[in-house]
Nanobody
Framework: QVQLVESGGGLVQAGGSLRLSCAAS????????IAWFRQAPGKERGFVAA????????AYADSVKGRFTISRDNAKNTVWLQMNALKPEDTAVYYC?????????????????????WGQGTQVTVSS
């Protein structure tokens, strides 16, 4: 199993930047593909970005491509989401999630059902 804790959210003006962190516990963190999802008020939780267990593959939602960057350091058991050029529509609770730890990566894994372990979320608010 893996436990996830997000941090780094906050209030930022449009055009600004934030870096979210997802800290994991468990000695096998390097087995897990990790994703970020977000949920805005009144909307379903949606995919933002994912990174493979090795860090060698990444995927992004079209809405954040070119603005957000996902990265990881397995030695630090941490995944980051660097968010630049933030827009008011990026306002949401951001969650990190881990899959089943099988080291199988697919760029098609973009639904909640592909991930089994979730953090508690961190609020990101972008003012206009």
């Amino acid at each position: 199993q893996v436990q996830l804790v997000e941090s780094g959210g906050g209030l930022v003006q449009a055009g600004g930047s934030l870096r979210l962190s997802c800290a994991a516990s468990g000695r096998t963190f390097s087995n897990y593909n990790i994703a970020w999802f977000r949920q805005a008020p009144g909307k379903e939780r949606g995919f933002v970005a994912a990174i493979s267990w090795s860090g060698g593959n990444t995927a992004y939602a079209d809405s954040v491509k070119g603005r957000f960057t996902i990265s990881r350091d397995n030695a630090k058991n941490t995944v980051w989401l660097q968010m630049n050029a933030l827009k008011p529509e990026d306002t949401a609770v951001y969650y990190c999630a881990a899959d089943d730890g099988s080291r199988y990566y697919s760029a098609d894994r973009k639904t909640e059902y592909d991930y089994f372990y979730w953090g508690q979320g961190t609020q990101v608010t972008v003012s206009s």
